[in-house]
């Protein structure tokens, strides 16, 4: 499935410490994150640090390979690269990547989890929301239909109507 690497990373509306994590991370992959050295280089603290890599972390967006700390998957590691470098030829030509579907979907799932949450402003609510039957999936439980990549659309457009007033 071809996916929009901006927009996708542009959706996870990371924070200033998240953004500058993954800067870190994107410029000198490494393995000790909260090194001193590695800290002052990219203007980290250990709370900024702890905080922003459960975040990255949860939406699937790094990880350990080999024991190094790297942005995954490679497709977005190399557009990353591209706008970190400022080679903005080569960003864009980067990126529209083909993602593999399991991926995009566990992507996908961590994204309607942030979405239901900042729709909802509560866990409780979020929860019953996607385990309940929805009008707008056809009597359809939103939980049951995340299992495809359609289905994460669908709930994504559902939620995004809720969110600016539309009848869902």
């Known amino acids: 499935m071809e996916v929009d690497l901006k927009s996708l990373l542009k959706s996870f509306r990371l924070s200033v410490p998240q953004k500058r994590l993954l800067n870190a991370i994107c410029r000198e992959p490494a ?3 909260y090194s001193t050295r590695y800290m002052v280089r990219h203007d980290l603290t250990r ?24 942005i995954v998957p490679p497709e977005l ?17 980067l990126r529209f990547a083909e993602m593999e579907n399991p991926y995009f979907w ?17 866990f409780d609510n979020a929860m019953r929301w996607l385990r309940a039957p929805n009008h707008s999936l056809g009597g359809r439980i939103p939980w049951d239909i995340l ?5 994460v ?3 994504k457009k559902t939620l995004g109507r ?7």
């Open 77 to 93: 590691r190399k557009w990353y690269q591209a706008v970190m470098d400022c080679d903005w030829e080569r960003a864009e030509d």
């Open 47 to 70: 709370g900024g640090i702890d905080s922003a890599l459960r975040r990255l972390r949860g939406l699937n967006l790094v990880a350990q390979e080999d024991g190094v700390w790297q």
């Open 147 to 151: 299992e495809t990549v359609e289905g």
């Open 31 to 33: 393995s000790h994150l």
């Open 162 to 168: 809720i969110k600016y007033g539309v009848y869902s």
């Open 106 to 122: 566990k992507i996908g799932i961590n994204s309607i989890y942030q979405e239901c949450l900042e729709v909802f402003r509560d």
């Open 153 to 155: 659309d669908l709930v």
